[in-house]
């Protein structure tokens, strides 16, 4: 495997369709990431071509990680809150392409996402994992903190419920 590049990512067709494949490839492996299986990648490029534009605005940050010219995972971190809560991001998205799981990957990303939320400014990250077959684990070394578990938050990709974990992670100077 070469070295592993995270850079931001930009509207356009090409990084919207390897997203797009990436996010099918995902929830049909059961990622629980606000899509149901079978997701079309029609869908799925709805999706992408509207956060990408979104990005484009400013209101968030898509990163991808690169394995030469293979985009092999992504995570979104969310910027646009109210008026009161200019303080905080969210972490959005993070996929991780099966041939690249237990790579370090998902760590690199969510690195990268925590340093570009603190030179926003942000002091706080926030996060939700499912309950069943989440990334908990992950975030925990990563050094967020468990709130809380909602029951029953959402359908798994092939169906049935799962809980929702809650995470939060204090980051750069306090406010």
């Given at each position: ?6 850079k ?17 490839e995902?929830?049909a492996?059961g ?9 079309t ?18 209101e968030r ?23 009161n ?8 998205k993070?996929?991780?392409r ?18 570009l ?9 926030v ?9 908990s ?6 050094g ?8 029953d938050f ?15 992670k ?6």
């Open positions: 495997m070469s070295p592993v590049e995270i931001v990512l930009s509207h356009g067709a090409k990084t919207r369709e390897v997203l797009a494949d990436m996010l099918v995902t929830v492996a990622g629980s990431v606000s899509f149901m299986h079978p997701l990648l029609q869908a799925a490029e709805a999706f992408w071509d509207q956060s990408l534009a979104v990005a484009a605005r400013g940050i898509v990163l991808g990680a690169w394995d030469g010219k293979a985009l092999v995972g992504t995570v979104t971190l969310l910027l646009d809150f109210p008026p809560q200019p303080h905080r991001a969210e972490i959005a993070l996929m991780t099966l041939t690249h799981r237990g790579k370090g990957i998902a760590t690199r990303l969510m690195r990268a996402a925590e340093d939320a603190v030179e926003k400014g942000r002091t706080l990250l996060l939700d994992t499912a309950t069943e077959e989440g990334a684990g992950l975030y925990e070394k990563l967020f903190t468990l709130t809380g578990e909602i029951p959402a359908l798994k990709p092939h169906g049935g419920l799962t809980g929702t974990l809650i995470y939060w204090r980051i750069g100077g306090t406010r």
